[in-house]
Every structure is written in structure tokens, then in C-alpha cells.
């Protein structure tokens, strides 16, 4: 049975109406907390079989449709709309009753407790899944509960791309708040300058769209500025002309230690001026095989192969290449199966001017502390990846009015680097937490004395702890926490839902 707006949100007010008055960021959050035991039972009263509980199968599907098992928490209820007004509905219930909430995308961020909830509501996007074009086909519609993979394959028959996830299984929303780094910024910037509007549940329950000319403020914010602001329910994103395309992957034995390193340079100084390039090179350890190898994603945006801009990391002596013409949908689908479901998993970001003497410090650090500290971790895999960043990539940005990341122009290109570990037994979490800060905190001190260390985070490969706001440009996070306060004032977006990377605690 389905209740009307006005009675659902009466419910709540008339339930929460009994309530003491409580100051959400002192309560004691443990599993089950009778308010959004409360929220759930009001939702369940209004949707019926779009709230599911412990012990049901879609609970569980919902609760575990996440990359790693490290995000499988027991919220007390999994509420999952169809549509914008319902996203509001559970919104204006959990927030009058003071209960505590997540939001789940695609769910392929590892940090603990950042898209789910141990005893509140998880409210899951999977149904807000619409992939629609408009009538010139030059902005596409995509709904949050879409993975990248999703969004390739849809748009494909008509021969267009979006900037998003170089993996599929990642979540749309996640990689555009955060800004997003697509095989397409160096030609357009982050995948988030090309979105042109946001439909956004405001903390009111108050449904807007925000655009360049509406709420500017909050789309500017949404840019990078993560889930202080609102629930995304609609992503309108320019598309590309992109039918066809030439990547793959290289993998290197480690005696090519010094071609690779010297290509990888070569790249990120000179060979990535062809905006139409983009490469992934990693360092990639496996413990159980007590092997290290390296890896390189190449592609390009076109179908004649044979480029210069690639030449260099083409010529490394290989064990296997893979690199030749696809679409975009097949390559992402093909890297998506080699990547193994059910492992722990933990990133960190760390970020350098884009030379030869920065590399090699990641690299040397990186590979001397894996293998002190941890090698012998039950089914660990450690991998340390380069992003090339380059000038036009953040002009772009600039171009299309502006972003909270700010990235200082002026000393580019960069390196923008990943740091993922996987394993498998949870008794080696803690085990692996301290090694993970132990690395990113000496390289960081190496590059710093080196004069190599850059200033920006990016935020969709942080690790919890790392201070990704406070890397913005100057005078942005005050920014960011003005807007916050416009569209929250009550911080509930904070502080009901404490998940995800938050402006106010920056």
C-alpha cells in the first residue's frame, strides 16, 4: 500500500513528535537504534516491498552490492526507491525522526562505513537506473544506481561516450562527486565538468535542479565537493562522438624496470600533449606469487592504433600486450572480469610533479616497505598506479566555469597516484591499515624533501584519514562549507548520514 506524500511525512513528524530531543552527534550509534527502526517501519508502511530487513534476500543483495566485503555492514532496514519523490519522502521521515542513514551508488568505495550503515537506514539508488538520451542526443541521462559498464553498453549503439569510470564495476555517483578521471580528461577534464545538471534531494526534501544558471552554487559544489549537499537522483552529461577506439594492456616483466620508468616519464612530460591518449601504468606486486610485474593501460581515442603518443610504453619489452582496436563498453567489460570479487580492499592518493626523479622515489618506497611489512599477508596484491594529469586536462575544468578542486595549473602536469591493496582474511586488516599509512606517509617524505611533492588529493582514490578538502584550491573548502550550510543547515547530510568525505569535518 502507498501512502500520499503529506501522510507519510505526517507519520514521521507524529512518531518523531513523541521522541525526546537529541543532539544526533552525541547519541551513541549501535546497531538497530530504535529511531531508524522507527524510519524503517514508517517507510515500510508507505512502500511496502521496497524495504527489506535482515534476513531477507534482497536485505542481503542490497547490503552486499558492494566491491569488497569491507563495506558489508548490518544496517537496521534497506529501503530502495523508484523514483526522485520517494528519495525525498525517506529523506523528510529519517531526518524528522533523527535517525542515522546511508546512501549507496554503485558501491566501490572501500572505506568502512562511507556508503552503508551499521544500524541505520540504507537507502540504495539500484533503482534509479535510467540511461536516456535526449532528442540531438548531446546530453545523457543517467540515473545513480548505474555502474560505468551499464552506461558504455547503453550509449553504445549510438556511438557515444560519457566521461566516466576506466573501470566499469564502478558506481556513477561516487566517481562524479568526487570529480572523476575518465580515458577522456585529457581532452575534457574531470568527468564531472561535463555534467550540466544535477537533480538534487536537498536536506528539506526540497527536489532541484541545480545547472550552471540554477543553484550554481550547488552545482559548482557537486563538482568534487562529494554528498555534503544533497542525494543525486539525475546526472545530465555531454556526450562524445567515440565509436570506436584502440587499448589494452601491456604487462611487463620486472626486469624492465628502467625502460618502463623512463617511458612512463617520457609520457606524462611530453607524449601526453596528444589529448587524445591515456595511459594507466602500475606497479603491480603479488605476494603468493612472490612476483612483481608492471602493467600499462593504453589507449586511445580513435581507431588507427599505431600512435606516437603511445610509441614509447609499446616498445617496453612485454610478457603479453593486449592493446588493438575495441569500443570502450568491450575493453572496460573484458579489465571488469579479470577483477576478482570478495577481497579486502584499501586505497590511498598521493600526488607528484610528473618526472622521472618522482617515480622512481614511489617506486622503490613502494616496493621496499610491501615487501618488508607484509608480503607474506594471505592473498595480498598491492599495486601502486601513475595518472598522468595534464595542463589541458585542468584547463578544460576551467573552461566549462570552474570546480572546488582547484587544481593549481600552473605546475603541471602531475602524477596523480593510486595506492590498492587486496587481501583476504580480516584478522590482517589492522595489519594492513598500519602498512598502507606507513607507505603513503614515507613516500610523501621523500617526494617532500625531493621538492617533488604536490599539493591536490583526489578524492575517489583517498584513503580515510587523508586530507582531501584541504588540498583544494585556495579559499575553496570555505567555499564548500558556506554552500553546505545554505542547502543543510540542520547538518544532516552530516551528521545523520556521517558517511563518505565531509566538508564540515575538513
Excluded at 502507498?2 to 513528524?13: D, E, G
Excluded at 598521493?350 to 616497505?369: G, M
Excluded at 594471505?378 to 575544468?397: D, E, R, W, Y
Aim: charged share 15%; net charge neutral.
Amino acid at each position: 500500500m502507498r501512502f500520499p506524500v503529506l501522510s507519510v511525512t505526517a507519520l514521521a513528524v507524529a512518531v518523531v513528535s513523541a521522541l525526546p530531543a537529541v543532539d544526533v552527534r552525541l547519541e551513541e550509534r549501535r546497531a538497530f537504534n530504535p529511531r531508524a527502526l522507527l524510519a524503517c517501519g514508517a517507510l515500510k508502511l508507505a512502500y511496502g516491498g521496497q524495504v527489506f530487513y535482515p534476513g531477507q534476500k534482497n536485505y542481503t543483495e542490497e547490503n552486499e552490492h558492494f566491491w569488497t566485503p569491507t563495506n558489508y555492514l548490518a544496517p537496521a532496514c534497506v529501503f530502495a526507491p523508484q523514483r526522485s519523490l520517494e528519495v525525498s519522502i525517506a529523506v523528510l521521515t529519517i531526518t524528522n525522526l533523527k535517525a542515522t542513514f546511508a546512501v549507496r551508488g554503485g558501491g566501490h568505495m572501500p572505506i568502512p562505513g562511507y556508503a552503508n550503515t551499521n544500524g541505520g537506514v540504507l537507502i540504495a539508488l539500484t533503482n534509479l537506473n535510467q540511461v536516456t538520451l535526449s532528442a540531438d542526443t548531446s546530453i545523457a541521462s543517467v540515473g545513480p544506481g548505474r555502474r560505468w559498464s551499464e552506461v558504455y553498453l547503453a550509449l553504445a549503439p549510438a556511438g557515444l561516450v560519457v566521461l566516466g569510470g576506466r573501470v566499469g564495476l564502478v558506481g556513477v555517483p561516487g566517481l562524479l562527486l568526487g570529480g572523476g578521471i575518465s580515458f577522456y580528461s585529457n581532452q575534457h577534464g574531470f568527468a564531472s565538468d561535463n555534467v550540466v545538471a544535477f537533480e538534487v534531494v536537498l536536506a528539506s526534501g526540497l527536489i532541484v535542479t541545480a545547472t550552471s544558471k540554477s543553484y550554481s552554487d550547488l552545482f559548482w559544489a557537486l563538482k568534487g565537493g562529494a554528498n555534503s549537499f544533497g542525494i543525486v537522483t539525475r546526472f545530465d552529461i555531454l556526450t562524445y562522438k567515440s565509436p570506436g577506439i584502440c587499448a589494452g594492456i601491456a604487462q611487463i616483466p620486472s626486469t624492465e624496470q628502467e625502460g618502463f620508468l623512463d617511458a612512463v616519464a617520457s609520457f606524462g612530460q611530453k607524449e601526453s600533449a596528444d589529448s587524445k591518449a591515456a595511459v594507466i601504468p602500475s606497479i603491480f606486486m603479488l605476494g603468493a606469487l612472490n612476483m612483481t610485474v608492471y602493467t600499462s593501460a593504453l589507449f586511445y581515442d580513435g581507431t588507427q592504433c599505431d600512435q606516437p603518443a603511445l610509441a614509447k610504453l609499446n616498445a617496453v619489452p612485454y610478457i603479453v600486450n593486449t592493446y588493438g582496436p575495441t569500443t570502450l563498453y568491450a575493453y572496460v567489460k573484458g579489465t571488469d572480469d579479470l577483477i576478482g570479487d570478495g577481497t579486502r580492499q584499501v586505497f590511498n592518493v598521493v600526488s607528484s610533479y610528473a618526472n622521472r626523479e618522482a617515480l622512481q622515489i614511489v617506486h622503490d618506497t613502494f616496493v621496499e616497505l610491501v615487501t618488508a611489512e607484509i608480503w607474506d599477508v594471505a592473498g595480498l596484491q598491492a599495486s601502486v598506479a601513475f595518472q598522468p594529469i595534464t595542463k589541458n586536462f585542468i584547463q578544460q575544468g576551467i573552461n566549462k566555469g570552474g570546480n572546488p578542486q582547484g587544481v593549481d595549473i600552473s605546475k603541471a602536469p602531475y602524477f596523480w597516484m593510486v595506492e590498492n591493496f587486496s587481501w583476504t582474511d580480516p584478522k590482517d586488516d589492522a595489519r594492513i591499515y598500519a602498512t598502507v599509512k606507513k607507505v603513503t606517509a614515507t613516500i610523501e617524505s621523500k617526494l617532500s624533501a625531493a621538492g617533488q611533492l604536490a599539493r591536490y588529493q583526489y578524492l575517489n582514490d583517498a584513503g580515510e584519514g587523508q586530507k582531501v578538502f584541504q588540498s583544494y584550491g585556495p579559499g575553496n573548502l570555505a567555499k564548500l562549507k558556506a554552500i553546505r550550510k545554505k542547502y543543510d543547515p540542520n547538518r544532516y547530510y552530516t551528521d545523520l548520514m556521517p558517511g563518505g568525505w565531509k566538508v564540515d569535518e575538513a
